[in-house]
């Protein structure tokens, strides 16, 4: 009897607290029960919206946590700057043209000539290494017959001096550098007559297109004793060296392994053709031909440059980008930048290559 005493007193409790006469003024238990039920109610409702919430966009809350955690990350490493990519477009705002005429395509440091374009050249601008203070005493030439063109004397004087200096050996003979049209007419006969038609094109090329035509490229011997030549120059050894480094004075290896269905000729280690430094730099990085190289700067134009680093030394930074020939053959308005340094070259197919010192 008593616990349904209990019971029965607490349920009149219960039913005294909701049933509420407004006409009367409230009191505290009244007050009490009004306060309990609209925070019930509340609570209630956060929990129903919540939880659509949450269903609805389940992925929100892993991001909002992946912040959290990048946010903590990012203040543990605050004292970490990274690089800000350099994007060469935006340097590249004061911009004015220079104008080109169709024949230029031909001309300048970056034109390919191999077994499908020809050679415009004829040794203009060659001269003999044999002249007065022209080469330095680090390296040999066979004969005042060897010539370059005269505007990469200097970096070719640059590379062999810095491999004296390393090596103290001047063995290295400057064997063959501008070849005119008729002699390579020569050549070439010889070549064909000695080993027929077929494997006498894998190693001398027809008149007229020849990379030394251009006087940008020279073939290396060895004079390993006095009178004594080493025809086959093959970069190994301490030589190794001139192959692996020459990028940093602008040459590159013009054939090398492997690349023979791109370029038409066999493994060359002693041909080396001058390209500038920051186009042989890249070439080299990324394992490239000449013929690879064009192709990749035409596809990027002044508004999307390739960016070209020097790995070696950070300071140094270029970018480069194609400019298309005027179609009709008449002249092509090249745009350059006003506030940095540059070289235009043809690529003696189809434009002009523009390089840009960025810093």
């Known amino acids: ?49 919540y939880g659509i919430s ?83 005493d680090s390296y040999m030439v066979t004969d005042d017959s060897v010539r370059l063109d005269e505007g990469i004397v200097d970096n070719v004087n640059a590379m062999f001096d810095d491999f004296y200096s390393i090596y103290g050996e001047n063995s290295v003979i400057m064997a063959c550098g501008f070849r005119s049209e008729e002699l390579q007419q020569e050549l070439f006969d010889d070549e064909i007559n000695s080993k027929g038609e077929t494997e006498g094109e894998m190693w001398v090329a027809p008149p007229g297109y020849s990379e030394h035509q251009t006087g940008y490229a020279f073939d290396l011997d060895l004079l390993l004793e006095e009178g004594t030549s080493g025809i086959d120059y093959d970069g190994q050894g301490i030589y190794s060296w001139i192959n692996e480094n020459s990028s940093q004075y602008g040459f590159i290896l013009r054939y090398p392994e492997g690349k023979d269905d791109i370029t038409g000729y ?59 020939a005027d179609k009709d053959g008449g002249d092509t308005k090249v745009p350059v930048p006003v506030e940095y340094d540059y070289t235009v070259s043809g690529d003696n197919i189809s434009g002009f290559i523009v390089t840009v010192q960025l810093k």
């Open 266 to 324: 066999e493994y060359e280690p002693w041909h080396f053709r001058y390209v500038g430094v920051p186009e042989a730099l890249y070439i080299t990085e990324h394992g490239l031909t000449l013929e690879e190289y064009i192709k990749t700067v035409q596809a990027h134009n002044v508004n999307d440059p390739i960016l070209i680093k020097d790995r070696g030394d950070g300071e140094k930074m270029w970018c480069t980008y194609f400019v298309p």
């Open 54 to 136: 949450v269903l609805s966009h389940p992925l929100d809350i892993a991001e909002a946590a992946a912040a959290s955690d990048e946010s903590s990350d990012s203040s543990a490493k605050k004292n970490q700057v990274s690089e800000p990519e350099i994007k060469p477009a935006v340097l590249l705002k004061k911009m004015t043209s220079i104008t080109r005429s169709a024949e230029q395509i031909h001309e300048g440091y970056l034109i390919l000539v191999n077994k499908d374009n020809s050679c415009y050249h004829n040794g203009e601008n060659v001269i003999s290494l044999l002249g007065d203070n022209v080469k330095s």
């Open 1 to 49: 009897m008593a616990q349904n005493d209990s019971q029965n007193g607490f349920v009149r409790f219960l039913r005294e607290c909701f049933i509420i006469d407004f006409d009367k003024p409230l009191s505290i238990k009244n007050q009490f029960t009004i306060m309990f039920v609209t925070l019930f109610i509340s609570v209630a409702l956060f929990s129903v919206v």
